[in-house]
């Protein structure tokens, strides 16, 4: 069994103006078209064929640096293109927005959180929102194409993830990381967030 790259949920164009459509083709048909294959010739012939992401990261031998960034870039991107969509943004309601409010103090209190998380990660990486099983929330930032799922401190479930690799924005805002990071609360899908993180807790 190898590992397919999935269609986007939506069109190329459908996240403008806050991400563009030519980003959105290179990133996805180019950057995670290649961690996928990258991730399937790292896991060709060794007892991992056949494993979820989620188990192959979970284990994962961090010294073993193909399998951990390109299951990392395969999986963290799987993520990113699920958890944002056209006519999106607002903000969470419900059971996660109760656990927003718990964590955090307020809606607001959490996008500042987030935003400096993503913000302040030097060079590559991300900016993740996670759970534990109990359902508490925390914002972390991870390093190139690690993630929360894989051996390392935060050690939780991711449920919404912030790609902030030059790749993700540079040819729309070139420096101006913090615009993007203002534009991806105008693409969060909530609903898919929230589903993600009710399936998260036992
Ligand atoms: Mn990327």
Request: charged share 20%; aromatic share 12%.
């Amino acid at each position: 069994m190898s590992f397919q790259l999935p269609d986007l949920p939506y069109n190329f164009d459908a996240l403008e103006p806050h991400i563009d459509s030519k980003t959105m083709q290179i990133h996805h048909g180019k950057h995670h078209a290649g961690y996928t294959s990258k991730l399937n010739s790292a896991i060709e012939g060794t007892n991992l064929n056949g494993k979820t992401i989620e188990a192959i990261l979970k284990g994962l031998d961090m010294s073993n640096s193909a399998l951990r960034n390109n299951g990392g870039g395969y999986f963290n991107h799987c993520l990113f293109w699920e958890i944002m969509g056209p006519n999106c943004g607002g903000s969470p309601t419900g059971r996660l927005s109760a656990a927003i409010n718990d964590a955090f103090g307020s809606y607001d209190d959490f996008k500042s959180s987030f935003s400096s998380a993503a913000g302040t990660r030097f060079g590559s990486g991300w900016a993740w929102l996670c759970t534990d099983a109990q359902g508490n929330l925390e914002v972390c930032s991870t390093a190139n194409q690690d993630n929360p799922l894989m051996p390392g401190e935060c050690r939780k479930t991711p449920i919404l993830g912030l790609d902030v690799w030059e790749h993700a924005y540079y040819l729309n805002y070139q420096n101006r990381r913090p615009d993007y990071i203002s534009a991806f609360f105008e693409v969060i899908n909530w609903d898919k967030v929230s589903e993600k993180y009710d399936k998260a807790i036992i």
